[in-house]
């Protein structure tokens, strides 16, 4: 499962140990963590205490698909150690040490045999030296796995088998010594300085010595001239000086040498394949009075060997018991420095599991003597200290780690799981065991069984097995084919077993349907064919045999349709060709059978190359069905169809005869299909929770990896949620938003005259049909309530589909705009209407896993945990009762037993996690993040302490520590997604009205939310039940408080001395996620972790990310704009159009509102300095990672803009909330421009592949330009930045009414509801910088609209034109909340509206009625006779609006602000009055004669008023208002009631 989603893992381990068979062994530098890794691919990281010798299995990385060869060092960095690993298919890893996560993946043509981690001068970080199957030594950064630089040979080039790395004395470079496989000494001498990227450096010296296949170089640490040599026949001293042997020992019988080290100047150890390490004394010569310190610098050494000479062996290092390894250790010896000495230590691992650790002591002259001495010899033996394996941690756990099957009774050593199959549909988990038989138990009940208390355990029917007799033997793979494809039978369960059957089950019955036996093998795998072959073999299965045979099965027929037994090797892969009727069989010696599948004939044999090519277009062909591209899996690429014609004539192959005459067909039509099929994947249900079964071997017993997909559980829950309310109940509680957005969308299109007679006749039927629908309902009700057939349900149910389809077909070809969300609610209206009477007579309909998923076999038996409701809200209370933080707050916690339906943990769970490439890492159940002595008291009462036993007393202990505090303090990134999921989902609940995990409250919320759709009226038990809502909905958000703020500190209170706290990098990836709610959470996150830090702690963090901010040296690209270019509609509009000049058309700033910087030209050429990565997730760039060097480049600039994203989000938001503050660096500087310029760029650069138009980091930059607009203000282009957020919007009305809180949305959607926000922001944040900016961009629209024939613009494909729908509900929130700028600008607020609003509105309704909200204000006056408006500015002057013209004119009326204005009831009049001077006059429009001529607007009267306290001039609210009572006496009415008449 890959990483996009927000997956929490969870691992079962059973009670058996996974097998580790170690292939090589890492001690870190620290000597506190142990690293092993297997031939099976997987790695293991061990915890070791040197004090205690104590070593605990920590967690399982499981990633690599092959054998671990060579394990390094990675260095340090951000407080953990890193880890990096190679398999012999070339993938290398880096890990973090502290959680296991995988940071950085490289799959390459290379394969290391060796990695040596080495610190250069004068470089920061460790530099990673690798050699392998390669002629060359390459350095790697262990951090980004990028080659920095190679060491090749010019001489006698060859694979480099070892290679030693020193820093001579007195120098300042360093010195590397490789050997070759063909025996040659190479040195190199290395300095960063001399580094040049992409030239290799070439060797300084070359030499050739005795020593073939070289295993171990390694130089002596305390003389740098004595080199030891190990190869598998000898192991030989040489010096360095000029490489001359000075002594050579050769293997015992039966071992072979592996490798050694020095001990000290004069001790070597060398080990064997045998297990065993021997440690000798070298030669050396005394001189009188001084014993020689060193051997090389003796000149006796450098004599003829004679044979006293020879290198004493005295001490032999071998475990306790006598052992026979089927594959050889691995070694590792360190020296940890101490202030007495050197501790002197060497490890092993085994083929057997086993890590052992010696500690070698020193032994003086006086003991080699009296070893020497002694007859007959005996060497010294060294046992080992430490002996642990992962089976003697899990035999030492008691009880041991919980299995999925512990629950089964009477089984003392119960047969192995070895095969595991989960069923999403039915919720169910099969295991097939080694006994042969099947095992079926509910999944979520026997999870709940195994690690939560609660009254589940009471049950006697709770989690009961289902057992499946069949099979004589092993159960090797299980299949349910439903979940493959839905044309199988749902009930049909298929098992293939050790003893050559397949056997296929009824899952609801539990009869054996049907056994096959076809094969002279056990059955190893079963396959699905895929849903393009013939309806013949859509109905059969594919199993592949240890016989080395592929049979299709027919479920349908119950008999063979083809065996494939032919080949002479193992099968390695099964490949499909539908359209040609061919099966691709591929085995281990490389070969590819191509068989038919109609007619059971072997086509072919291919090999080499062209097999290769034709399992790669198998490949291609599957990814891209009838693409018609001329790929490889199309049928252009292919060969001519009369080849195929005459080889399906040849053998018989009626398929492939019709499919050649079909494609001939076409080719001479010329006919091609070009149709793609989209699908919408935010829309695609998929299961909460998937079970997956684990197993380090073939021989293991199947461990269970459960993965809680996190969006697909709050989309399940708001699924079930929304599925209970109608429109208006969604409407109501604020989840959709079609009214108001409808409301606006009517006001900005033309309106008919005769159209609100035809809807109010139209609406009128609709209420008509639904009145005697409910009529007719009742009377069935009287006579027959509980005999309502699912037919007749379904007809009714149907008629009512149908009159809404109706309805909406009508509605569209009188093209009546805005009302279709109405009669989609009115019609709703019936059908909810008569689901409830149904409901109420005791039917209820078919589910989804029997009505959608019908296989023909009329079976309608659902057992009754396969509810999908039900089985939801077991997966939610599961999730939350494991990530809640027991025991940090007492009243919370019975809060969450008691009220909100969370149980506690039984045992302390083993978490995983998911990183890079799906890699994953999952903590073992033998360690736990807090030694025994360091945990606090039990809370336990004393008398239950004395009856359980102590082993459950010390586990009731471990798990309250572990859930309350040992779960935060693992690592920041599993902190990071257990706190996102928790928060998550608890928002959800919360938002679902207040919704519990508790079942049988649960059922009867849903039950008053259906009753109360059908009656509206409220009662008592109304308000019990809101009064209940309230509690829950307090427990919810106390409940996030404590884990999204509080979390902190109560962990230290109770008494952890390190908190992880999350990771800010993962939670701006998440600023933007796809759900949300998961959106949500990683905000709130975000924002408490920023604030937790304090000014120190930010300032660090921008230190940290600032480097990666782009820097702009060139302006943004802006293009040409041309007016007239004839788009498409643009619902639905994928992206945002490009606009283009044509020539001969003059060309427009494209400040200017026709287009925005998304619609910029494509064709321009200015280079721009910064192409961050759009998606924000690790995984979307794993395809990038191809076997090759060349593509790291790629993968290294993919890596670099995924940087580049993450800062812009991180510095966005520190700007956004914390930038204000001038100590955070964000003042008016170099900062806070490069990040408002970054955000911009994203906001206004065109779509195209590296940026397309709807991705998070777009969204994440619109939204945090609207979030710190205050900010970024200085530094930004207003006009573009406004008009380029309209242009998301302009399809709000068609978007917004159907986006449903909570769920995750299409892309286009989202940024548009993201954009809608960030508007709504800016003008809450700046009124008169939005309102003059759309205002002056209003003006230029109204110019270019006068000139647009001359011009030959397309005035209605202009932002300000497409957007004025999102423009009238912007300014409708500015008129509600921000009065007092509104009225400062109210001259250019009415230009707004009255660009928004079609002006046929205004032919026959008052502006009260179209636009109440800005009648509100004295200032503004509306006249339907003349059809004028008038309105007051704050200079003093009066814009008359001549609305028949399109026109309006400035009249200077007063020296201050124009307080209110009127017009007279027949228009002839109009009176205005300006606090300031304490003037009212009226005016009087006349025009020439016959109406010919200007019009012209004069003042007739004049009077004063009465003064206006200072009180109330400061008062928006108390302004006097001008009121006529007649064509020729208007009032003056004050706040106080004081009125004041004047006549005109």
């Not at 060796?114 to 970080?125: A, E, F, G, H, R």
């Not at 192995?416 to 979520?444: H, K, N, Y």
């Not at 964000?1226 to 760029?1241: C, E, I, P, R």
């Not at 909200?1413 to 004295?1418: A, K």
Request: glycine fraction near 6%; proline fraction near 6%.
């Amino acid at each position: 499962m890959g990483s996009l989603n927000l997956v929490v893992p969870l691992v079962m381990w059973g009670r058996e140990a996974p097998t580790h068979d170690i292939s090589c062994v890492l001690f870190t530098h620290d000597c506190h963590t142990v690293v092993t890794g297997s031939r099976d691919g997987q790695m293991c990281v061990w915890d070791f205490d040197p004090p205690t010798l104590k070593l605990t299995p920590r967690c399982l990385l499981v990633g690599h698909t092959a054998s671990v060869v060579c394990l390094a060092q990675g260095g340090n960095a951000r407080g953990t150690s890193f880890v990096v690993s190679s398999s012999e298919n070339g993938e290398m890893c880096t890990w973090d040490l502290r959680d296991g996560r995988c940071v950085e993946v490289l799959r390459s043509a290379n394969v290391h045999s060796s990695m040596t981690t080495y610190q250069m001068l004068n470089v920061k970080d460790v530099r990673l030296f690798c050699v392998g199957n390669y002629p060359e030594i390459l350095v790697y950064d262990p951090h980004t796995l990028d080659v920095l630089f190679s060491l090749a040979a010019r001489i006698q080039p060859d694979w480099i088998s070892a290679l030693h790395i020193l820093r001579p004395p007195r120098r300042n470079d360093e010195v590397v010594l490789g050997v070759t496989t063909g025996g040659w000494v190479k040195v190199w001498t290395v300095s960063e300085r001399e580094v040049r990227p992409r030239e290799p450096i070439y060797e300084h010296e070359s030499k050739m010595i005795h020593s073939l296949n070289a295993l171990c170089l390694v130089c002596c640490t305390y003389n740098q001239r004595t080199v030891l040599i190990v190869s598998q026949d000898d192991w030989q001293i040489y010096d360095a000086g000029d490489f001359s042997q000075l002594c050579r020992v050769g293997a015992t019988a039966g071992d072979r040498w592996m490798g050694g080290d020095f001990l000290s100047a004069d001790r070597v150890i060398v080990w064997t394949d045998m297990g065993r390490a021997y440690i000798y004394k070298l030669p050396t010569k005394l001189l009188r009075g001084k014993a020689v310190s060193c051997i090389v610098e003796s000149r006796a050494f450098h004599n003829k060997q004679v044979e006293g000479d020879n290198p004493l062996m005295y001490g032999v290092v071998q475990p306790q018991n006598e052992e026979h390894l089927v594959n050889a250790p691995s070694w590792q010896f360190m020296m940890i420095p101490l202030e007495s000495g050197a501790e002197k230590l060497l490890l092993r691992g085994d083929c057997e599991g086993q890590v052992m650790l010696w500690r070698l002591a020193d032994v003086s002259e006086q003991q080699l003597q009296q070893i020497s001495q002694a007859h007959p010899f005996q060497p010294l033996i060294f046992s080992p200290t430490l002996n642990h394996s992962m089976m003697k941690a899990w035999v030492a756990m008691i009880p041991p780690p919980i299995g999925v099957l512990d629950q089964l009774e009477g089984e003392k050593n119960p047969p192995r799981i070895t095969a595991s199959l989960f069923l999403p549909l039915q919720g169910r988990l099969a295991c097939g065991r080694e006994d042969g038989s099947i095992i079926l138990v509910p999944a979520t009940e026997t999870i709940m069984l195994h690690l939560l208390h609660g009254k589940h355990h009471q049950y006697h029917n709770w989690a009961q097995p289902m057992v499946l007799r069949g099979h004589q033997g092993r159960v090797n793979c299980l299949l349910y084919p439903h979940g493959e494809s839905p044309r199988y039978d749902m009930a049909h369960l298929v098992s293939g077993g050790i003893d050559f059957s397949i056997i296929v089950w009824d899952m609801y019955t539990g009869n054996l349907i049907h056994r096959f036996v076809v094969q002279a093998g056990q059955i190893l795998q079963l396959l699905v064919p895929p849903p393009t072959c013939t309806p013949r073999i859509q109905n059969c299965i594919c199993s592949v045999s240890e016989d080395h045979s592929v049979a299709l099965l027919s479920i349908k027929e119950r008999k063979l349709v083809l065996l494939a037994s032919k080949h002479l090797y193992p099968v390695l892969n099964v490949k499909w060709r539908p359209e040609h009727d061919f099966l691709m069989v591929a085995t281990h010696d490389g070969s590819v059978y191509v068989w038919q599948m109609e007619t059971g004939h072997l086509d072919r044999v291919l090999q080499g190359v062209t097999a290769e090519e034709v399992l790669g277009a198998c490949d291609e062909h599957s990814t891209a069905p009838g693409s018609g591209s001329g790929g490889a899996g199309s049928d252009t690429g292919l060969a001519n169809p009369a080849v195929h014609l005459f080889r399906g004539l040849r053998h018989r192959n009626l398929a492939a005869i019709r499919h050649a005459a079909q494609r001939g067909i076409q080719q001479v039509l010329g006919e091609q299909n070009n149709y793609q099929d989209i699908h919408d994947s935010s829309k695609m249900r998929t299961c909460p929770l998937m079970i997956q079964g684990l197993r380090t071997n073939k021989q293991d017993a199947n461990s269970h990896v459960l993965f809680f997909d996190i969006e697909a559980l709050i989309v399940q829950l708001l699924s079930d949620e929304y599925t209970l309310m109608s429109p208006g109940t969604l409407e109501a509680n604020e989840l959709i938003m079609s009214s108001q957005y409808q409301r606006m969308n009517v006001l900005t299109h033309p309106a008919s005259p005769e159209a609100a007679k035809k809807i109010a006749e139209f609406f009128g039927k609709v209420k008509d049909k639904a009145g005697e629908m409910e009529k007719k309902m009742k009377e069935k009700d009287k006579h027959d309530e509980a005999q309502l057939s699912p037919s007749k349900f379904h007809n009714i149910l149907g008629r009512a589909k149908d009159k809404a389809t109706n309805m909406e077909k009508k509605i569209r070809e009188r093209d009546q705009q805005g009302l279709l969300s109405r009669v989609k609610e009115s019609a709703e209206s019936v059908q909810n209407l008569i689901q409830n009477k149904v409901e109420q007579s005791g039917f209820r309909p078919t589910t989804l896993s029997s009505a959608k998923d019908g296989s023909g076999s009329g079976r309608v038996q659902i057992p009754r945990h396969l509810d999908v409701t039900a089985q939801t809200l077991q997966i939610g209370q599961m999730l939350m009762s494991l990530l809640h933080s027991w025991g940090l707050d007492g009243s919370l916690d019975q809060t969450c037993e008691n009220i909100l339906g969370l149980l506690k943990p039984r045992v302390p769970v083993s978490y995983g996690l998911i990183s890079k490439s799906g890699y994953m890492s999952l903590f073992m159940p033998t360690w736990h993040p807090v030694r025994e002595a360091e945990m606090p008291q039990i809370n336990l009462p004393p008398d239950l302490a004395a009856e359980l036993p102590p082993e459950m007393v010390k586990l009731e202990h471990r798990t309250q520590v572990f859930t309350g505090r040992g779960h935060w303090e693992v690592s920041p990134a599993l902190t990071t997604h257990h706190l996102l999921a928790l928060v998550s989902v608890a928002n959800t609940l919360q938002d679902m009205n207040a919704a519990t995990l508790i079942p049988e409250q649960e059922r009867r919320r849903k039950n008053h939310i259906q009753s109360s759709r059908a009656n509206q009226s409220v009662t008592n038990h109304e308000d019990e039940f809101s009064r209940q809502q309230s509690v829950i909905k307090q427990g919810w958000s106390t409940l996030t408080a404590l884990h999204t703020v509080l979390l902190p500190d109560c962990v230290v209170a109770a008494g952890a001395p390190t908190y992880q706290p999350p990771m800010v990098e993962i939670l701006a990836r998440r600023w933007q996620d796809r759900c949300q709610e998961v959106r949500e959470a990683a905000q709130a996150l975000l924002k408490t972790e920023l604030s937790r830090m304090g000014p120190e702690g930010r300032q660090k963090l921008i230190e940290i990310w600032s480097p990666h901010l782009p820097t702009h040296t060139e302006p943004l690209p802006t293009g040409p704009t041309n007016y007239n270019n004839q788009e498409t509609p643009h619902p639905p509009r994928p992206e945002h159009p490009a606009t283009k000049t044509t020539s001969g058309t003059p060309s427009v700033n494209a400040t200017v509102n026709g287009t925005s910087g998304n619609s910029s030209s494509g064709g321009t050429t200015s280079e721009r300095t910064m192409e961050p990565h759009p998606h924000l997730d690790e995984d979307h760039y794993d395809e990038e990672m191809d076997a090759g060097e060349t593509c790291r480049e790629v993968v290294a600039q993919s890596e670099g803009r995924r940087k580049q994203a993450t800062a812009i989000i991180l510095l966005g938001v520190i700007g956004a909330y914390h930038g204000q503050d001038s100590a955070e660096g964000f003042g008016l500087g170099n900062l806070a421009m490069q990040t408002s310029k970054a955000l911009a760029y994203l906001v206004l650069a065109p779509a195209g592949p590296k940026l397309p138009a709807h991705t998070p980091l777009r969204r994440a930059a619109i939204d945090l330009i609207g979030r710190g607009f205050p900010v970024w203000e200085p530094y930004l282009d207003v006009a573009k930045v406004l008009l380029a957020l309209l242009d998301f919007c302009a399809d709000t009305d068609r978007l917004a009414p159907s986006m449903k809180y909570g769920l995750p949305l299409i892309p286009e959607a989202d940024s548009c509801r993201t954009a809608s926000n960030a508007l709504t922001l800016i003008a809450e944040a700046r009124p008169p910088a939005f309102i003059t900016t759309m205002a002056r961009e209003v003006a230029r629209f109204n110019a270019l609209q006068q000139n647009a024939q001359s011009l030959q613009l397309n005035i209605h494909n202009t932002v300000l034109h497409r957007a004025k729908t999102e423009i009238l509900r912007v300014m409708e929130y500015l008129i509600v909340h921000k009065r007092c700028h509104i009225m400062d600008l109210m001259v250019e607020v009415m230009d707004i509206v009255l660009h928004c609003v079609d002006p046929g509105h205004l032919k026959s309704r008052g502006l009260n009625e179209v636009f109440p909200s800005i009648c509100g204000f004295p200032q503004v006056s509306h006249c339907p006779h003349t059809r004028r408006i008038a309105t007051g500015a704050k200079n003093g002057s009066i814009a008359m609006y001549e609305l028949r013209a399109y026109k309006c004119q400035m009249i200077p009326a007063h020296a201050t602000a124009v307080t209110a204005l009127s017009f007279s009831p027949d228009g002839k009049y109009l009176a205005s009055c300006s606090m300031g001077e304490n003037k009212l006059s009226f005016w009087q429009t006349s025009s020439g004669m016959f109406g010919l001529g200007a019009s012209q607007t004069k003042c007739t009267k004049t009077y004063s008023t009465v003064p206006v306290p200072d009180i109330v001039r400061m008062n928006p609210h108390r302004l006097p208002k001008l009121v006529w009572i007649s064509n020729k006496t208007v009032v003056h009415m004050m706040a106080d009631g004081t009125e004041h008449r004047f006549n005109a």
